[in-house]
């Protein structure tokens, strides 16, 4: 026999226990859950669960995907779960004495990464940081990562807002990853076990999500980045919105940001710069050949933006340049190496970050450059 839909709450539970208990009463009892309850992407998933058949007072099954499904979703995702690797190792660090765990799925909630404190003893902590466990709404319900991929937003989850019984355990804060042609390319999760409620994750796991995001635009093939902003603010940070210009000016890649700030980013189709800005597309590589990198870029609706114009590695620039200047493609990539260097006050991980290529490669080229 199941245990009662509240068994997994703590006996002397908080106010805030109690109204998330007395929502669930109301879901059970297929009456209203009543307005500020709970969150209200809690109850759309909530009414999702029951639409599908779900029963609240029912155990969530933590099913692992076929092996041949595992494989083929390993292969799908590698280059995600490569480029989110570091940040995941440096979330794990972060959050390393709160009791919470990272965990990052693919956009159907299969987990594909883990990192953090992991008590593997604890079965409800190794149940759903399997690799290759599908936890999407339709197989546990309620969840950060099943609300998140669902709403397309960052959520909290706290205990028994969690839709099964033996999940109310839980507490979580979810956001989804897009990637560079503004498709959602997976979801973060931050969870832990028995904890009080910590709602600021949420903020903590939403910023992560986006530098995934940004590192999955910067690794697209570019030949120039773009790093817009609206006039009065500081460029270069992770709050930028981020464009990236193949050598004939069409659009490789672009992070939510910069699909919010320009007109005609939003979809997926592919698309000119020169149906985004009004200017011609000479000037924005000029501008980054010469070093005069900051300029102000018009939108078709009357609106300019701030820029930093950086171009990318050798291999993805503009043959046209080489002839233009007169000095070979590997001597402009060295020069290019070391102003970013220098543009980044010697942080060569941020200078790597603005080229769209590794440090290890950012320091290869200037030791090439000083050996010779």
Not at 222 to 230: A, F, T
Request: neutral net charge; aromatic residues 4%.
């Amino acid at each position: 026999m199941p245990p009662p839909p509240n068994a997994y709450l703590p006996a002397n539970a908080s106010p805030r226990l109690d109204a998330i208990a007395q929502a669930r009463r109301s879901l059970l009892s297929k009456g209203p859950v009543g307005p500020s309850v709970v969150s209200p992407w809690v109850e759309r998933s909530w009414q999702r669960c029951l639409q599908q058949g779900l029963a609240p007072d029912r155990l969530a099954e933590f099913d692992l995907i076929s092996a041949s499904h595992s494989r083929h979703t390993s292969e799908g995702h590698a280059h995600l779960v490569q480029t989110a690797k570091p940040l995941l190792e440096s979330l794990g660090r972060a959050i390393a004495n709160t009791g919470y765990f990272v965990i990052l799925t693919n956009p159907h909630g299969v987990v594909v990464d883990v990192n953090g404190p992991i008590d593997r003893s604890d079965r409800r902590a190794d149940l759903i940081t399997r690799i290759g466990t599908d936890l999407s709404e339709q197989r546990v319900g309620t969840t950060a990562i099943g609300t998140a991929l669902s709403e397309q937003q960052p959520v909290w989850l706290h205990r028994g807002e969690h839709f099964f019984s033996n999940t109310a355990v839980y507490s979580c804060a979810g956001a989804p990853v897009y990637g560079p042609t503004g498709a959602c390319v997976g979801m973060l999760d931050l969870t832990a076990i028995d904890a009080v409620e910590r709602p600021e994750l949420t903020h903590l796991v939403t910023q992560v999500a986006g530098k995934i995001g940004n590192a999955l635009v910067l690794a697209q093939a570019h030949s120039l980045l773009l790093r817009l902003n609206w006039p009065g603010n500081a460029l270069g940070s992770d709050a930028d919105g981020m464009l990236c210009l193949d050598s004939d000016g069409w659009v490789t890649g672009a992070n939510p940001v910069a699909r919010q700030m320009v007109p005609g980013l939003q979809a997926s189709a592919k698309v000119h710069a020169t149906d985004l800005f009004g200017l011609p597309l000479h000037l924005l590589f000029d501008a980054a050949r010469r070093g005069h990198n900051a300029l102000e870029i018009p939108l078709w609706t009357g609106l300019r933006l701030s820029a930093l114009a950086i171009e990318a590695a050798r291999e993805n620039l503009p043959a046209r340049y080489e002839a233009a200047t007169g000095c070979g493609l590997k001597d402009m990539e060295t020069a290019m190496i070391h102003k970013a260097v220098e543009q980044a006050r010697g942080n060569v991980a941020q200078a790597a970050q603005a080229l769209g290529i590794s440090r290890a490669t950012v320091y290869r080229k200037l030791g090439a450059k000083t050996r010779a």
